[in-house]
């Protein structure tokens, strides 16, 4: 009886973490600043300081 509730709990539980693939959502619009730093996401609020942040951070069209 221990067994399979052990093996519903793996099944419910721990199977849908693993089999998910990680999200690496990039944006579309990117934003540039003098006094912004490449570490931000580029966003208007946090804007990079170079074209090559930003470029690294902006998801190509297809």
């Known amino acids: 009886m221990r067994r399979i509730f052990l093996l519903a709990a793996l099944l419910v539980f721990i199977a849908p973490l693993l089999a998910s693939a990680p ?9 540039i600043s003098g006094v912004g730093d490449d570490v931000n996401p580029c966003s208007r609020t946090a804007p990079c300081k170079t074209f090559a942040g930003a470029i690294s951070k902006t998801r190509r069209r297809r």
């Open 23 to 31: 999200a690496h959502a990039q944006a579309t619009r990117t934003w």
